[in-house]
């Protein structure tokens, strides 16, 4: 039921915008949260799973209500997954600095750092 008045309701909305340019975005759902790192990696690849598979058929109202609703988990997701990376860069650059200034305790601090977390996006 739920999902028969999403399809509905969605393309009313699409047709109501057809031709026009919506001035504000409606926001439906919440998506899953990404609270940690791996988190968001579980749900970036499940969720880019279950939009590879939605795009696999023919489009109808229903999927593509689908695909508006897997959106939203994986944005959350993504901006989880870009924060942390930015936080990763910036200790990694200071890997890079603490190498070229030879200093071995804060090499082996950063780079221990880094690995922890980079083997969380890649193993």
Do not use: C, W
Not at 5 to 14: D, I, Q, R, S, Y
Not at 46 to 67: C, I, S
């Amino acid at each position: 039921m739920k999902k028969t008045f999403l399809t509905v309701a969605l393309a009313a909305g699409l047709g109501l915008a057809s031709g026009s340019v919506m001035a504000d975005r409606v926001e439906h759902f919440k998506g899953t949260p990404s609270e940690t790192l791996e988190q968001a990696v579980k749900n970036f690849s499940e969720y880019n799973a279950k939009l590879e598979a939605v795009l696999a058929g023919e489009l109808t109202f229903e999927k593509v209500a689908e695909v508006h609703e897997l959106t939203y988990t994986l944005e959350v997701a993504l901006e989880k997954i870009n924060d942390e990376l930015e936080e990763l860069a910036e200790t990694l650059e200071e890997l890079h600095v603490a190498s070229e200034e030879n200093d071995f305790a804060l090499v082996k601090a950063k780079g221990e750092e880094y690995l922890s977390v980079s083997r969380k996006v890649i193993k």
